[in-house]
């Protein structure tokens, strides 16, 4: 191993009871982390990111192995460790019910900073951190994003040699994390900081000197982020079919020999081959037309798990159990929004927002923290009253048939509106019930969410210890107990396995081919990117409003030929407010 | 202790303080919960008769029943209604109107002046036990005076050679109040000590600042001592208040020291924060400490401490349970401080008791307390 290496484990294994079962979180892992850097640790949830984390940290004691962190044995020596390295864990450990300079304190206090040196280093940090205004804000009324960075702040207080980023731009907008991660990159370039930071959004990979890549407590890979992208380059095309909709493309490409990957990706299919060419089944379409695209980390990590023999599975094409025209219809418009305005005191959260959304459509809604989107989805599902506007929801006006239209909707996110407690087939009677199925009906609803999302082997199993991908199923289920014609996503495949992104979004596109309306709210560009057309929202506003492929053509700059989904919501972001500035 | 120690301990004292003062709820249950027990107990809970309604049948008037009558309406226990016969008091009973019904056959003026004396019928609603007893004591209380005073008009003495004359010492006036109260304190040091210590400890595992504190150089130690430190002061604010309310408003006399008082409740808090704190080092759910801290200590302070139901007429097995409970050591020691004065025997082998509680409670914290999330 190397011998500079600032972090190391050697078949460094932990695992946990859960449900009764022992459940491996790290299962012999065998790593370096070189100083001077930023390292990404890249996985799915539940790859074992945090675990990994904690035993560096000496939060945890291994089962098995070793791990040394700074020369010092991590777990036998975890004071000393803790008294050198700094770790930002997942909720920032902040406490919200004192004020960002009273926590800064307390962790000065903590990690013993001399009262001398605290006032140009708090300067320095506030500074770097843009919180200067703010010092006697009380932490918890700071927005998502200056969450994370008060935590930053509150760990860089010493100057760790180390610093461990457990997940920091996980439910961060992106403007916020892209400051974070200007932050991270001066740290490592001005005060030479060695950095571990875990994420699951494999965009941020390419960002990383090195990336370690962890999927289910196993190492897949270690190296450079390009030189692995690099390694399927070659393989990638933009597909698209004249007269025929992305997604009825995507669906006959998946699973095909020969493509690795398929995903919808603005106005065309993307697609991995396992070899140099077009696979046959790309080129047996009429008029095809492909365009070669350049490589992603993303489509490394999937052609690495489709050559460990996993792929996104096959799916069936009636999903709902509806069969409905396909496509979208430019006619039937399903969701209408006038005018829409709703205020909390004096404050507009919400103010003049317009769109229709049709039959058989995804809809994105997108915008920093505190854009107003959360205020509008809820709005949509009648659940708070606008202040003014309107809104019809499949024909009906939400102010006076709030219950008619809601018993049209369903509604998912990815903190699985579940009931951990009780078993899968507990959860599907609960919410089969509580759509007002009874009966014949009820029970036939239930086979089929067993049957469809194959759930039938946990029946009796607490739906909280299930596998990640099976609690997302069994939520997708529940939505659809009472085949809603209209969906409603809230952010929900953030941070999920790719493969099992790929399963949901699959399943997604073949409702919205029946005719399933789907509107999602999101701060995963990912996301954001199987959508039909995009509302950017900032301030309570849409700041544009169109397909994903329009939106990234607009942010095209001299220096930026190929903007991603991402720059070109900043640069709409940052328009604005400059804008609102001058 | 290692170095820095002192700045790290002062940080988390600070910290612990804004918390409380930020808190709605930690303000609520360290002063506003004492305040409302306080009111309740010391103006509405009272376990003394006053006023009850009672039935008064004579089933032949006369001078003799109407004398006898009118000594029990001098008195304020009773507030006796006459009625004309059985039938009616035995509704009156049944409709919750009158707790008992005093009766007098129509041969009592006879019976009164033969020498086996008249026997008198008395009737109680024995629904609220407690009650019933207090009026039946009462009335046989009543009686007997009356008998003996009649017996002395006549210039006869009492039938009975011995008579019986009782003193109250401590609660002259038998107030309940004058115990109930001081006994408050114990179950409001409780609240302080082991309900919101669990709580708190809790909420710091619940917003991830437990990992935060956790990987800092402060060690387990310091962070315990700092809550320790904090709500100690929190529990000591509660005990002020409550004994200046028991004094100044409600008027129940100190008449032991109050530093021996402070002292033994300091030891009492200490053994509470400990129950508070090895709860916390057990669950790391808010709701969850919450239950325990009032199952395992609020409950047993308020029903087997002694505070309202006298450990002596518990049945045996329950009183044995009562040695587990370290409220009853300290509830033993406030309703001396306060009613009889600085007892020795009985303040110091339950302060032992308290101090040994408090090293066991406060030891197993210590010992539990590892830096480690698993």
């Known amino acids: 191993m190397d011998a500079e290496a600032i972090l190391r484990a050697g078949g460094l294994r932990k695992s946990f009871v859960s449900g009764g079962r022992r459940v491996a979180a790290l299962d012999g892992i065998d790593l370096a982390v070189r100083p001077g850097r930023v390292t990404g640790l890249i996985g799915p949830d539940g790859a074992g990111k945090t675990t990994f984390m904690r035993l560096a940290a000496g939060l945890l004691t291994p089962d098995g192995g070793r791990i040394e962190a700074l020369g010092l044995d991590a777990t036998r020596q975890s004071l000393a460790v803790q008294a050198a390295l700094g770790y930002m864990p997942q909720r920032f450990g902040l406490y919200e019910d004192l004020s960002v300079q009273e926590n800064l304190d307390l962790y000065a206090d903590l990690q013993g900073v001399a009262t001398p040196l605290r006032a140009e280093r708090y300067a320095e940090l506030m500074q770097m951190t843009g919180l200067a205004p703010f010092t006697k804000r009380l932490a918890g009324r700071l927005s998502g994003g200056m969450k994370q960075k008060l935590g930053l702040a509150c760990t860089l207080l010493r100057r760790?040699?180390?610093?461990?980023?457990?997940?920091?731009?996980?439910?961060?907008?992106?403007?916020?994390?892209?400051?974070?991660?200007?932050?991270?990159?001066?740290?490592?370039?001005?005060?030479?900081?060695?950095v571990l930071l875990s994420t699951a959004y494999l965009d941020e990979a390419e960002r990383c000197a090195e990336v370690i890549l962890l999927h289910e407590g196993r190492v897949l890979d270690v190296g450079v982020p390009a030189a692995m992208s690099d390694r399927v380059a070659g393989r990638i095309w933009a597909i698209t079919q004249p007269g025929r909709h992305q997604r009825a493309l995507q669906a006959d490409l998946a699973g095909q020999p020969g493509v690795v990957d398929a995903l919808v990706q603005g106005d065309h299919v993307r697609v991995v081959s396992a070899t140099p060419t077009l696979p046959p089944a790309v080129s047996a379409l009429a008029g095809v037309e492909s365009h070669p695209l350049p490589p992603r980390f993303e489509d490394y990590f999937v052609a690495l798990l489709h050559n460990d023999g996993k792929s996104p599975a096959a799916l069936p094409t009636a999903i709902n159990g509806i069969t409905a025209p396909s496509v979208p219809d430019a006619e039937s418009e399903v969701i209408r929004v006038a005018g829409l305005r709703r205020r909390f005191g004096d404050f507009w959260a919400v103010d003049g927002v317009e769109f229709t959304i049709r039959r058989g459509e995804i809809f994105g809604l997108l915008g920093a923290n505190g854009a107003g989107k959360t205020t509008t989805f809820r709005m949509l599902c009648g659940l708070l009253p606008p202040s003014a506007g309107q809104i019809q929801v499949?024909?009906?006006?939400?102010?006076?048939?709030?219950?008619t239209a809601r018993a049209r909707l369903g509604y998912m996110s990815?903190?699985?509106?579940?009931?951990?407690?009780?078993?899968?087939?507990?959860?599907?009677?609960?919410?089969?019930?509580?759509?007002?199925?009874?009966?014949?009906?009820?029970?036939?609803?239930?086979?089929?969410?067993?049957?469809?999302?194959?759930?039938?082997?946990?029946?009796?199993?607490?739906?909280?210890?299930?596998?990640?991908?099976?609690?997302?199923?069994?939520?997708?289920?529940?939505?659809?107990?009472?085949?809603?014609?209209?969906?409603?996503?809230?952010?929900?495949?953030?941070?999920?396995?790719?493969?099992?992104?790929?399963?949901?979004?699959?399943?997604?596109?073949?409702?919205?081919?029946?005719?399933?309306?789907?509107?999602?709210?999101?701060?995963?560009?990912?996301?954001?990117?199987?959508?039909?057309?995009?509302?950017?929202?900032a301030a309570?506003?849409?700041?544009?409003?169109?397909?994903?492929?329009?939106?990234?053509?607009?942010?095209?700059?001299?220096?930026?030929?190929n903007p991603s989904l991402e720059d070109a919501f900043i640069q709409l972001i940052e328009g604005a407010t400059v804008a609102k500035a001058a | 202790m290692n170095p820095g120690a002192g700045m790290r301990l002062s940080g988390l004292l600070k910290k612990e303080f804004l918390q409380i003062l930020r808190d709605p709820s930690s303000i609520a249950i360290a002063f506003l919960m004492p305040l409302f027990l306080q009111l309740l107990f010391g103006f509405g809970v009272s376990l003394d008769a006053d006023h009850v309604p009672i039935a008064l049948v004579a089933e032949a008037?006369?001078?003799?029943?109407?004398?006898?009558?009118?000594?029990?309406?001098?008195?304020?226990?009773?507030?006796?209604?006459?009625?004309?016969?059985?039938?009616?008091?035995?509704?009156?009973?049944?409709?919750?109107?009158?707790?008992?019904?005093?009766?007098?056959?129509?041969?009592?003026?006879?019976?009164?002046?033969?020498?086996?004396?008249?026997?008198?019928?008395?009737?109680?609603?024995?629904?609220?036990?407690?009650?019933?007893?207090?009026?039946?004591?009462?009335?046989?209380?009543?009686?007997?005076?009356?008998?003996?005073?009649?017996?002395?008009?006549?210039?006869?003495?009492?039938?009975?050679p011995v008579t019986l004359q009782p003193r109250t010492w401590f609660n002259s006036e038998l107030r309940s109040r004058n115990f109930l109260v001081p006994g408050l304190i114990a179950i409001i040091m409780t609240l302080i000590g082991a309900l919101l210590t669990a709580m708190v400890m809790a909420r710091e595992w619940e917003r991830g600042t437990m990992e935060a504190l956790m990987v800092t150089p402060a060690s387990m130690t310091e962070v315990l001592l700092g809550k320790l430190g904090a709500y100690f002061l929190l529990g000591t604010g509660g005990l002020l208040l409550t004994v200046g309310l028991a004094v100044g408003l409600f008027e129940v006399p100190l008449r032991g020291s109050f530093w021996v008082l402070w002292g033994c409740a300091s030891l009492f808090l200490l053994a509470a924060l400990g129950m508070g704190l090895t709860i916390s080092t057990l669950v790391r759910s808010q709701f969850v400490a919450g239950q325990i801290a009032i199952l395992a200590t609020f409950i047993p302070a308020f029903l087997l401490s002694g505070f309202i139901f006298d450990v002596d007429s518990m049945p045996p097995v329950v009183q044995a349970i009562t040695h587990l409970v370290v409220a009853r050591y300290f509830v033993a020691i406030v309703q001396t401080l306060f009613l009889a004065g600085n007892v020795w025997s009985v303040i110091l082998p339950n302060a032992l008791a308290l101090a040994l509680m408090a090293t066991f409670f406060l030891g197993v914290t210590w010992r539990n307390a590892r830096k480690r999330l698993d």
Request: one cysteine or more.
């Open chain 1, 414 to 537: 990815q903190k699985f509106s579940l009931y951990a407690n009780l078993s899968v087939a507990q959860n599907l009677r609960f919410f089969a019930s509580a759509y007002g199925l009874t009966g014949g009906q009820r029970d036939e609803r239930i086979a089929w969410a067993e049957a469809e999302f194959e759930l039938s082997a946990f029946g009796v199993q607490p739906s909280g210890d299930l596998p990640l991908g099976f609690k997302q199923r069994l939520a997708m289920a529940c939505a659809l107990m009472h085949r809603p014609d209209i969906l409603f996503l809230d952010e929900p495949t953030s941070g999920v396995d790719p493969l099992a992104r790929r399963e949901f979004w699959a399943r997604i596109n073949s409702l919205a081919r029946q005719g399933v309306t789907v509107l999602v709210t999101t701060h995963f560009m990912e996301e954001a990117e199987y959508c039909d057309r995009l509302a950017i929202m």
């Open chain 2, 61 to 160: 008037p006369g001078p003799d029943s109407a004398d006898f009558f009118a000594s029990l309406e001098g008195t304020h226990y009773f507030a006796p209604q006459a009625m004309a016969n059985m039938p009616e008091a035995e509704q009156a009973l049944r409709r919750g109107d009158v707790k008992g019904i005093l009766r007098l056959r129509a041969n009592f003026a006879r019976e009164i002046r033969q020498s086996e004396g008249a026997p008198i019928q008395l009737i109680v609603d024995g629904v609220d036990a407690n009650t019933a007893r207090i009026v039946i004591g009462y009335v046989e209380g009543a009686w007997g005076n009356w008998v003996t005073l009649r017996a002395t008009r006549r210039g006869q003495d009492a039938h009975s």
């Open chain 1, 160 to 194: 760790p040699r180390l610093l461990l980023l457990d997940e920091p731009t996980v439910g961060v907008d992106p403007v916020s994390r892209r400051e974070l991660w200007a932050i991270v990159d001066r740290l490592v370039r001005d005060e030479g900081m060695s």
């Open chain 1, 394 to 403: 499949a024909g009906q006006d939400l102010r006076h048939a709030a219950a």
């Open chain 1, 540 to 561: 309570g506003r849409i700041l544009a409003l169109d397909r994903p492929a329009a939106l990234k053509a607009q942010a095209r700059r001299p220096g930026l030929p």
